[in-house]
């Protein structure tokens, strides 16, 4: 039986955000258009279905490393903040 072990991420994250969309499990808000996906980024996402693929990746990494609070998923997702000559802490 093939399980999400098993399957590479590539594959496995596009299929299933699509499900998610078909399923209706995955409601994205209106102002998801108009955001950035965090501090360390300078430009809102170019793909329209990035959210539904964000939620399949979150859910592919807790599948794979059991229950994780949400500073490792920040940590996983997540990047430096540009903080100009300070350094990054």
């Keep these: ?6 399957v590479p991420a590539d594959l496995l994250i596009p299929a299933l955000a699509e499900r998610l969309v078909e399923a209706g499990a ?3 808000p209106e102002w998801a ?3 950035k996906t965090g501090v ?3 430009r809102p996402p ?3 279905d990035w959210w539904e693929v964000r939620a399949a990746a ?15 998923l920040a ?3 997540g990047g430096s903040r540009d903080r100009g000559a300070n350094p990054d802490r």
């Design 1 to 6: 039986m093939t399980t999400f072990h098993d």
């Design 26 to 28: 995955v409601s994205r």
């Design 33 to 35: 258009d108009h955001v």
């Design 40 to 42: 360390h980024r300078e």
């Design 46 to 48: 170019e793909h329209s």
């Design 58 to 72: 979150i859910l592919r990494k807790i599948g794979l490393l059991g229950p994780v609070g949400v500073n490792h």
């Design 75 to 77: 940590q996983a997702f």
